[in-house]
């Protein structure tokens, strides 16, 4: 490299180190136009563009770099995280493999590989390759990391929670490690310990992205609305096109700073590529800011233009669930008396249930008021132990019941000594409520019903993580979630007919003290007035409804989706009246 260049590299290195990567690219891009065959500004303009989160544009760039240079390995790696981070894992699985007959650093391309299995959904392979790599290399801090993430990612807590203090033994000031166990700690309901994690990260690095969301997210679910929102201004400026910036504040900030907050969206929607996750996000966003300034058609096409690309990019499998509800009810005939275990569980549980959106939130924070009872949040015990036996297609039986309710017990949280009863609001253990009450005798199931088009609705506006909830994508496979849900409820009624609870949301908004009174009784707690006011309720909230509970109890959103009646057209059609009778009623 000449004594011009050396200067102009220097300069564009210089630049990246100080947290200035659209000057990096800038003096890069120069010295690819003065220095067309040095290979290392090609690089360095491709790693500024992903450090603004452009890893699509980057791709190019470390493609030119190669072509210059095609053992650059630093250009190599560049390649294959640009890949990964845009859903190509395959294309990256296929040059790590090329890669690893060349390459002597066989800990780092074991490390992409896991990377790139991890992000293509296949953490079980993930984890073998870790596993592989931590055999040979065991003091690789970011490899622990990862593998705490692909833990987290199968359910496996505890040991996603181990990895990540083992990454921390080795790299203490890791940012991405310190976020990553503050959502361990948000899970446990350890909030203050969550917040302290993520702003260590940020004391270490304020412009981290990975930490900067996670502290809005946990600000939020707090109840900090306004330092939320202050935060994901700051991520904005980092990227002005970050997606979860732009649909945080579309749906935390006032009608009033939505005017200001719509150019931006418009911005970010002509950047980024249509047909990707990005512009899903994106797209929701300016659905989001044109509802909170009354634009309901202007809203409506853009939700639709939304999920459509969301449904095109997360699919969903509705014969596997339809083949779990046949699997399920066919597990609990009438006559189930003789596989109830006798055990009963303390402190009692109380399992809110219901479709998604349905005020199964607002009902655990009700019930969560009272001084002895504990907020669990939505614990996954039930839902991974029922599919765990459903997979060894045996037979429900006493063992099967008590084998259950162990594993049910290890999700279990710490909980205050006076604590007499918990809350587990997991919406979709509607699914499961046979195998609930024949493992936990003394459980209460409150069950929430709501009109299902509100309820779509409301899941139409909401973006959902889950990939079990990638129905709410599109409008028929919704109807057909939302008619099976039905199928479920009415199987379980006829199962176990005094044992449920059944309550209206139009109640608990119109008469939130006499409901509250009713959730009490059946809960076997004393009333105390705390639980006519929800809103006071200082726990965490960590569902969409995080904001919604913060207020007093109303009635805004009952009959509201009358107002976009037409955009739900194909929501409503496939809704099926022999299930929903009500419906035609008025």
């Given at each position: 490299?000449s004594?011009a260049?050396?200067?102009l590299?220097?300069?564009?290195?210089?630049?990246?180190?100080?947290g200035?990567?659209k000057?990096?690219?800038?003096?890069?891009r120069?010295?690819?136009?003065?220095?067309?065959?040095?290979?290392f500004f090609?690089?360095?303009?491709?790693?500024?563009?992903a450090?603004?989160?452009?890893?699509r544009e980057?791709?190019p760039?470390?493609?030119?770099?190669?072509?210059l240079y095609?053992?650059?390995?630093?250009?190599?790696?560049?390649?294959?995280?640009?890949?990964?981070?845009i859903g190509?894992?395959?294309?990256a699985?296929a040059?790590?493999d090329?890669?690893?007959?060349?390459?002597?650093d066989?800990?780092?391309?074991?490390y992409?590989?896991?990377m790139?299995?991890?992000h293509?959904g296949?953490?079980?392979?993930?984890?073998?390759?870790?596993n592989?790599l931590?055999?040979?290399?065991?003091?690789?801090?970011?490899?622990?990391n990862?593998?705490?993430a692909?833990?987290f990612?199968?359910?496996?807590e505890?040991?996603?929670?181990t990895a990540y203090?083992?990454?921390l033994?080795?790299?203490?000031?890791?940012p991405?490690?310190?976020?990553n166990?503050?959502?361990?700690q948000?899970?446990?309901?350890e909030?203050g310990?969550a917040?302290?994690?993520?702003?260590?990260?940020?004391t270490i690095?304020?412009k981290?992205?990975?930490?900067l969301?996670r502290y809005g997210?946990?600000l939020?679910?707090s109840?900090?609305?306004?330092?939320?929102?202050?935060?994901f201004?700051?991520?904005?400026?980092i990227?002005p096109q970050s997606?979860?910036?732009l649909?945080?504040?579309?749906?935390l900030?006032?009608a009033?700073?939505?005017?200001?907050?719509?150019?931006?969206?418009d911005?970010a929607?002509r950047k980024?590529?249509?047909?990707?996750l990005?512009?899903?996000f994106?797209?929701?966003?300016?659905a989001?800011?044109?509802?909170k300034?009354?634009?309901?058609?202007?809203?409506?096409?853009?939700?639709?233009?939304?999920?459509?690309?969301?449904?095109?990019?997360?699919p969903?499998?509705?014969?596997?669930?339809r083949?779990?509800?046949?699997?399920i009810?066919?597990?609990?005939?009438?006559d189930h008396?003789?596989r109830v275990?006798?055990?009963?569980l303390?402190?009692?549980?109380?399992?809110?249930?219901g479709?998604?959106r349905?005020?199964?939130?607002?009902?655990?924070?009700?019930?969560?008021?009272?001084?002895?009872?504990y907020?669990a949040g939505?614990?996954?015990?039930?839902?991974r132990?029922s599919?765990?036996?459903l997979?060894?297609?045996?037979p429900?039986?006493l063992?099967?019941?008590?084998?259950?309710?162990?594993?049910?017990?290890?999700?279990?949280?710490?909980?205050?000594a006076e604590?007499?009863?918990?809350?587990?609001k997991?919406?979709?253990?509607?699914?499961?409520?046979?195998?609930i009450?024949?493992?936990?005798?003394?459980?209460?199931?409150?069950?929430?019903?709501?009109d299902?088009?509100?309820?779509?609705?409301s899941?139409w506006?909401?973006?959902?993580?889950?990939?079990?909830?990638a129905?709410?994508f599109?409008?028929?496979?919704m109807?057909?979630?939302?008619n099976d849900?039905?199928?479920?409820?009415?199987?379980?009624?006829?199962?176990?007919?005094?044992r449920?609870?059944d309550?209206r949301?139009q109640?608990?908004?119109?008469?939130?003290?006499?409901?509250?009174?009713?959730?009490?009784?059946?809960?076997g707690l004393d009333?105390v007035?705390?639980?006519?006011?929800?809103?006071?309720?200082?726990?965490?909230?960590?569902?969409?409804?995080?904001?919604?509970?913060?207020?007093?109890v109303h009635?805004?959103?009952l009959?509201?989706?009358?107002q976009h009646?037409?955009?739900l057209t194909?929501?409503i059609?496939?809704?099926?009246?022999?299930?929903?009778?009500e419906?035609?009623?008025?």
């Amino acid at each position: 490299m000449s004594m011009a260049a050396k200067q102009l590299a220097d300069k564009a290195t210089a630049h990246l180190n100080s947290g200035r990567p659209k000057s990096a690219f800038k003096t890069a891009r120069t010295g690819m136009k003065q220095f067309p065959k040095e290979t290392f500004f090609a690089n360095v303009c491709g790693i500024a563009l992903a450090q603004q989160n452009n890893q699509r544009e980057s791709i190019p760039y470390f493609r030119k770099a190669l072509q210059l240079y095609p053992t650059n390995i630093d250009a190599q790696n560049n390649l294959v995280q640009a890949l990964v981070s845009i859903g190509q894992a395959d294309k990256a699985l296929a040059l790590i493999d090329k890669y690893m007959s060349t390459r002597k650093d066989h800990d780092n391309l074991l490390y992409f590989k896991a990377m790139a299995e991890s992000h293509s959904g296949d953490h079980t392979a993930a984890e073998s390759t870790l596993n592989s790599l931590l055999a040979e290399y065991p003091k690789v801090a970011r490899a622990h990391n990862l593998l705490g993430a692909v833990l987290f990612s199968l359910g496996r807590e505890d040991q996603a929670l181990t990895a990540y203090e083992k990454a921390l033994e080795i790299d203490p000031n890791s940012p991405d490690t310190l976020t990553n166990m503050a959502l361990i700690q948000a899970r446990a309901n350890e909030m203050g310990k969550a917040l302290g994690y993520v702003e260590k990260a940020l004391t270490i690095n304020p412009k981290h992205y990975l930490s900067l969301q996670r502290y809005g997210n946990l600000l939020n679910e707090s109840g900090q609305t306004e330092k939320a929102i202050e935060t994901f201004h700051k991520l904005l400026q980092i990227e002005p096109q970050s997606h979860d910036a732009l649909l945080e504040l579309a749906t935390l900030s006032p009608a009033a700073e939505q005017p200001a907050l719509q150019p931006i969206i418009d911005a970010a929607l002509r950047k980024v590529p249509k047909n990707t996750l990005e512009h899903a996000f994106i797209s929701l966003a300016k659905a989001k800011s044109a509802l909170k300034l009354g634009n309901h058609a202007e809203a409506d096409k853009w939700f639709a233009i939304g999920n459509a690309e969301f449904a095109a990019k997360v699919p969903f499998d509705q014969d596997r669930t339809r083949t779990e509800l046949e699997a399920i009810c066919g597990h609990f005939p009438a006559d189930h008396s003789a596989r109830v275990a006798n055990e009963a569980l303390s402190p009692a549980p109380i399992f809110v249930l219901g479709l998604p959106r349905s005020g199964t939130t607002l009902t655990e924070q009700v019930i969560s008021s009272h001084p002895t009872v504990y907020g669990a949040g939505e614990l996954p015990g039930i839902e991974r132990g029922s599919r765990l036996f459903l997979d060894k297609n045996t037979p429900w039986d006493l063992p099967a019941a008590q084998e259950l309710a162990h594993f049910y017990r290890s999700f279990l949280p710490e909980m205050p000594a006076e604590t007499t009863a918990f809350v587990d609001k997991m919406p979709g253990n509607y699914k499961r409520i046979g195998f609930i009450l024949s493992a936990l005798p003394n459980a209460k199931i409150v069950h929430l019903i709501r009109d299902p088009r509100e309820v779509a609705l409301s899941m139409w506006h909401t973006v959902f993580s889950n990939p079990g909830q990638a129905y709410t994508f599109d409008q028929k496979t919704m109807a057909q979630e939302l008619n099976d849900y039905r199928r479920y409820m009415n199987h379980w009624k006829s199962v176990f007919p005094d044992r449920i609870l059944d309550l209206r949301y139009q109640d608990l908004v119109s008469d939130i003290e006499q409901v509250s009174k009713i959730l009490a009784d059946h809960c076997g707690l004393d009333w105390v007035p705390d639980m006519a006011h929800p809103e006071r309720n200082a726990g965490a909230v960590r569902t969409a409804s995080a904001n919604q509970v913060r207020q007093p109890v109303h009635r805004k959103s009952l009959a509201k989706w009358k107002q976009h009646e037409q955009a739900l057209t194909e929501l409503i059609t496939n809704l099926d009246p022999d299930l929903w009778p009500e419906l035609g009623e008025g």
